[in-house]
């Protein structure tokens, strides 16, 4: 008889903690579903550009195309064809009207100028690819790719 009531003490025990658990959850649940004193994880501090919605899908596909490029230009160094890929670091890496129209459009100072840095590095990996030197292309795309990861580290749509 003790040890009956003993066992349903216990369950009953067991049952009221997990009753207050599942309360516990509903109110965590509730509180993020409301946004109640609930911080983003990560706080994004970037420079916003304020990009007009046609701008910003102009902006993206241009960014994925230097993506494609960048993509292109390592394939082209693996099969040992450094011509091509200084064509290619050239003609989409590189400094030209089309890229320095779309740096000026965006219309922040500090962008421009970091476009600029980027586009001049693209001109300098192409010259490098020229000279078929395996380490220094190496060496030159990183110094682009540099550029591509501050630029993101400074800035967003
Ligand atoms: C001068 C600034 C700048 C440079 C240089 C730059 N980017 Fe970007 N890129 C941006 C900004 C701003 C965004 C938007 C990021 C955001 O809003 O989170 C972006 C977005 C992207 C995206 C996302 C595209 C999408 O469709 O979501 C890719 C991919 C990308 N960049 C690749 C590159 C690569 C690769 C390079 C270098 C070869 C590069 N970018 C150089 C500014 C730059």
Redesign the pocket.
């Given at each position: 008889m003790i040890k009956r009531s003993l066992i349903m003490f216990f369950l009953m025990a067991v049952s009221t903690s997990a009753l207050s658990d599942e309360t516990q959850h509903e109110s965590m649940h509730h509180k993020m579903k409301h946004g109640m004193n609930m911080k983003p994880l990560v706080e994004d501090n970037?420079i916003s550009?304020n990009l007009s919605p046609k701008m910003k899908q102009h902006?993206?596909?241009n960014?994925?195309a230097?993506?494609d490029?960048?993509r292109q230009t390592i394939l082209l160094m693996a099969e040992n064809d450094f011509n091509s890929a200084s064509d290619v670091a050239s003609k989409q890496?590189g400094m030209n009207k089309r890229m320095m129209k779309m740096?000026h459009r965006i219309g922040n100072e500090t962008?421009k100028t970091?476009?600029m840095t980027?586009h001049e590095s693209g001109d300098e990996l192409a010259k490098t690819l020229k000279t078929g030197d395996l380490q220094a292309s190496l060496r030159a795309l990183n110094t682009?790719?540099t550029?591509?990861v501050?630029?993101?580290a400074t800035?967003?749509?």
């Open positions: 970037r550009l902006q993206l596909a960014m994925r230097h993506l490029a960048v890496l740096c962008f970091m476009g980027f682009t790719m550029s591509c501050g630029c993101h800035f967003r749509q």
